[in-house]
């Protein structure tokens, strides 16, 4: 049922709030500001490293998870798509745990890959919707994402529920490893909290300005999206969301890679979406801005109030957030770019959620 919603996609992307605040509440403690317990099957604390694998949008929140992991809890973390992890030969050991991160649980590379690590005496983690899923049934430890069901094909509220809930066993790792106080965790942990009233905030606020933003966007041909930080994985599934609904050719770059290849191609037809929250790197990604509005390119300007106010170029449009603390930057910046590709598939009038040559659920290699 799409309730008073024109598509799935439409009514995945406004659960959010209630979706998100359904699967903290299995992480973290709202009462205390403290995470909760980790399942014992992986113990963090005596933990060398993490292997994450998943596909697509899956693989791309654990791309922000490798961040999270690193900086919170000082745990290396090697990650890659499922269907090159499992044939690399990659020198594994059983200090460290593996993580699979897969909506349906039914993946067949991310299965693949887990029964790999699994023979190879790993403990294994699986982060799924679905709880019956043979991924779950094959790990020592399941975290649900709690997102129910998402029946677009292309993910919305499951992406960001992988992100809150690899969020909370970030910091959940970096207090039983000793890398974070206990006062970080209690500001990270209240940040969280607070994510779920602000996205809903953000989805009234930003809804109509997308909209017509879609309307001129849908008239490219080819599209840029850069990032830096945790916002380099999000800037490939803006790239990703994009193409598999509406079919315009997009890609997403670490913005630092921009002089190092995709500059050749900056001109007035290619719009570059730039996600810059006002983070420890924004200075950084400005002066990438800077070299694509020296190009003659169009930007299209993701970024917070701080941001906003900070940089001086014109933009083609800028959609501005409220200030938050980083660690919910990934999720929050996550609803305009879901918005974007959704209108722009409603205005050319594709099958949003069931696009052309893709399926939910993808159980051969
Ligand atoms: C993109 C998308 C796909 C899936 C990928 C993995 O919107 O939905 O890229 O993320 O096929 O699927 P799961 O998470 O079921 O393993």
Request: glycine share 6%; aromatic share 8%.
């Amino acid at each position: 049922d799409k309730g008073n919603h024109r598509h799935f996609m439409e009514k995945e992307i406004y659960e959010q709030p209630e979706v998100i605040s359904h699967a903290l509440s299995h992480y973290i403690d709202f009462h205390n500001h403290s995470t909760k317990a980790i399942d014992a099957a992986i113990d963090f604390k005596s933990l060398r490293g993490l292997a994450i694998s998943a596909c697509g949008t899956a693989y791309l929140a654990g791309l922000v998870g490798k961040y999270w992991f690193e900086r919170y809890a000082r745990l290396p973390v090697e990650i890659d798509v499922a269907s090159e992890f499992r044939y690399r030969e990659m020198p594994l050991s059983k200090d460290q745990a593996a993580l699979f991160i897969s909506q349906s649980g039914e993946t067949a590379d991310t299965l693949a890959s887990l029964r790999y690590c699994h023979d190879e005496g790993l403990k294994i983690g699986a982060i799924v919707n679905v709880k019956e899923s043979t991924i779950a049934r094959e790990a020592d430890a399941v975290f649900p994402i709690l997102a129910g069901p998402e029946i677009g094909v292309a993910s919305t509220k499951a992406f960001t529920c992988q992100l809150a809930v690899l969020a909370s066993l970030a910091i959940a790792a970096g207090k039983a490893r000793g890398t974070i106080s206990a006062d970080e965790e209690k500001q990270l942990v209240k940040s969280l909290a607070e994510m779920p009233r602000i996205m809903s905030q953000v989805l009234n606020a930003i809804q109509p300005q997308m909209e017509a933003l879609a309307r001129d966007l849908s008239k490219f041909k080819d599209v840029l999206y850069l990032g830096r930080g945790t916002s380099y994985p999000l800037a490939m599934e803006g790239a990703l969301k994009l193409k598999e609904i509406s079919y315009i050719h997009a890609e997403g770059y670490a913005a630092g890679e921009l002089k190092h290849g995709p500059i050749a191609l900056i001109d007035e037809n290619m719009p570059v979406i730039v996600i810059a929250p006002h983070d420890r790197f924004f200075d950084k990604t400005v002066s990438n801005m800077q070299e694509v509005a020296a190009r003659g390119g169009r930007i299209i300007f993701i970024t917070d109030e701080k941001g906003a106010a900070a940089s001086k170029l014109e933009t083609m449009a800028t959609i501005v957030l409220p200030n938050v603390a980083e660690i919910i930057a990934p999720m929050l910046f996550s609803l305009p770019i879901q918005l974007l590709a959704y209108h722009t598939a409603v205005f050319m009038g594709t099958d949003v959620d069931q696009p052309r040559n893709l399926a939910k659920s993808v159980t051969v290699e």
